[in-house]
C-alpha cells in the first residue's frame, strides 16, 4: 500500500532563508514521487516529480527534491524562500506504473514567508 | 500551455438533488481522474478511467457516483442524489500516455445544504 506523511502542516520561514518541507512515504513497490502546490483559489500545480532515474530532482521556481531510499523520505527544498512562495505543498505517491494509477496525497504543509 | 479546465467554479444545491461537474482534460491525454478535498482533510482519490471505462475506484466512489466521456473533450462526474456530507472541493485531472505526472484543474467547490 501507498501512503505519505508530512511531517508539518504548517511551515513559516523569513524571506530569503531557506525552506525546508519534510514528507515520507510508504510503498510497496518502487515509488514515483511528486511535490504539487496550491496557491489559494487556485489549482494544484506540479512542481516536480521523480520516477526512478536522478534522486535528486529539480523543479520549479528554484525547488528541489531528493529521494533517499534508505529514509523513506522525499523533503522539499529552495535555498531562498520568495513571498510568492506562501501556499499549500503536497507530497504525492503514485503506483507502479504510469496507467491509471490513483494518487496518495499527504495531508499537506502550509508554507508562510515572513516579510 | 495546455491546461485541464473545470465548470462550474462554485455549485451549490440542495440535499438530494443531482449534479453534474464538467471537465475538460488536456487534448491528447487518455487517463481521467476525480478526486475531492473536504475543508481542511487530504485531497482523497475517487476514481479513474481509461479508454471508456472505469478502471479503478475507491470506496468513496459508490453507487451515488458516475463518470462518464461524452464526447471527444468533456469529463464528467455525476452525483446522483446529493448528501451534505458530499460538499467538498472536487479535482479533475489527466495524464498521457507513458506519463507519470498527472495534471490537475482548479476545481469546482460543491456546496450541498
Known amino acids: 500500500a501507498q501512503s505519505v506523511t508530512q511531517l508539518d502542516s504548517h511551515v513559516s520561514v523569513s524571506e530569503g532563508t531557506p525552506v525546508l518541507l519534510r514528507c515520507n512515504y510508504s510503498?510497496?513497490?518502487?515509488?514515483?514521487l511528486f511535490w504539487y502546490v496550491q496557491h489559494p483559489n487556485k489549482g494544484l500545480q506540479l512542481l516536480l516529480k521523480?520516477?526512478?532515474?536522478?534522486?535528486l530532482v529539480k523543479g520549479i521556481n528554484g525547488f528541489e527534491a531528493e529521494f533517499k531510499k534508505s529514509e523513506t523520505s522525499f523533503h522539499l527544498t529552495k535555498p531562498s524562500a520568495h513571498m510568492s512562495d506562501a501556499a499549500e505543498y503536497f507530497c504525492?505517491?503514485?503506483?507502479?506504473?504510469?496507467?491509471?494509477?490513483?494518487?496518495?496525497f499527504g495531508t499537506g504543509t502550509s508554507l508562510t514567508v515572513i516579510p | 500551455e495546455p491546461e485541464v479546465t473545470q465548470t462550474p467554479s462554485h455549485q451549490v444545491t440542495q440535499m438530494g438533488q443531482e449534479v453534474i461537474l464538467r471537465c475538460v482534460p488536456i487534448?491528447?491525454?487518455?487517463?481521467f481522474y476525480w478526486y475531492r478535498q473536504i475543508l481542511g482533510q487530504k485531497v482523497e482519490f475517487l476514481v479513474s478511467?481509461?479508454?471508456?471505462?472505469?478502471?479503478?475506484k475507491s470506496e468513496i466512489f459508490d453507487d451515488q457516483f458516475s463518470v462518464e466521456r461524452p464526447d471527444g473533450s468533456n469529463f464528467t462526474l455525476k452525483i446522483r442524489s446529493t448528501k451534505l456530507e458530499d460538499s467538498a472541493m472536487y479535482f479533475c485531472?489527466?495524464?498521457?500516455?507513458?506519463?507519470?505526472?498527472?495534471?490537475f484543474g482548479p476545481g469546482t467547490r460543491l456546496t450541498v445544504t
Open positions: 510503498s510497496s513497490y518502487s515509488p514515483s
Open positions: 487534448s491528447n491525454h487518455l487517463y
Open positions: 521523480y520516477t526512478s532515474a536522478a534522486t
Open positions: 504525492v505517491v503514485s503506483g507502479p506504473s504510469n496507467t491509471g494509477n490513483q494518487f496518495y
Open positions: 478511467f481509461y479508454n471508456n471505462e472505469i478502471s479503478e
Open positions: 485531472a489527466s495524464n498521457g500516455q507513458g506519463r507519470y505526472e498527472q495534471y
